[in-house]
């Protein structure tokens, strides 16, 4: 995670900061759901894990009548939607718009935690997306080179077409349209 996540997690000129209504299964609560305001939307804001879902969820999804959506068949479009560093393979892309590195920073404690995992009889794998998802490992992240890869570069080259109120606070000050 990055480390000032939090700042822009609690709210300010980068986050619409939305709740929600009062949920009737939550004694009424009202939840609150940080959003990223401007280009990129939340994946300028998120926390950058980047996890594709267990394959069998994908399967059970099909007998419930998602039809198309099973493994084999969306895995294709992850590939190639891909650009890991660790390059094509049967699991991943290498040529794809979006920017993915398996998490280099590993902290001693981390560290203690995956061999601790081992030690307790668990498997330790190298791809947390590939073949072996119940495991132990370092998790890909949306990174490139050490910085967030966001989804702004795609949005921008989309030509998407912006509401005043959802410009980077940078366009309002410069009185620019996107
Ligand atoms: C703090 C945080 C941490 C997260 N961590 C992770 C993580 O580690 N891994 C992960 O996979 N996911 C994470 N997520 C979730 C992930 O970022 C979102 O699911 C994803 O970005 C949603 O994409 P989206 O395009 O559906 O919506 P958004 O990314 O929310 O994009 C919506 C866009 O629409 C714009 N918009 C809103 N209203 C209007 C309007 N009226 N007119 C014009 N534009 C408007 C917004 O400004 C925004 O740019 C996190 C999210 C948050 C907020």
Known sequence: MPGALRF?????RYNWAFHTEAEPHLGGRRLYQPRRRGLGGSSSINGMTYVRGHALDYERWVTEGATGWSYAEVLPYFKRMESHEIGDNP???????????????????????????????????????????????????????????SAAPTTRAARVAWEPGAMPWWMHKRGCAA
């Open 8 to 12: 822009n997690f609690l709210g300010g």
């Open 91 to 149: 699991w991943h892309g290498g040529g794809g718009p979006v920017r993915i590195a398996r998490v280099s920073a590993v902290h001693p404690i981390n560290k203690a935690f995956l061999e601790a995992g081992e030690q307790a009889g668990y498997v330790r794998s190298d791809d947390l997306n590939g073949y072996r998802q119940e495991s132990f490992g370092r998790f890909d992240v949306n990174v490139d080179r050490g910085v967030r890869a």
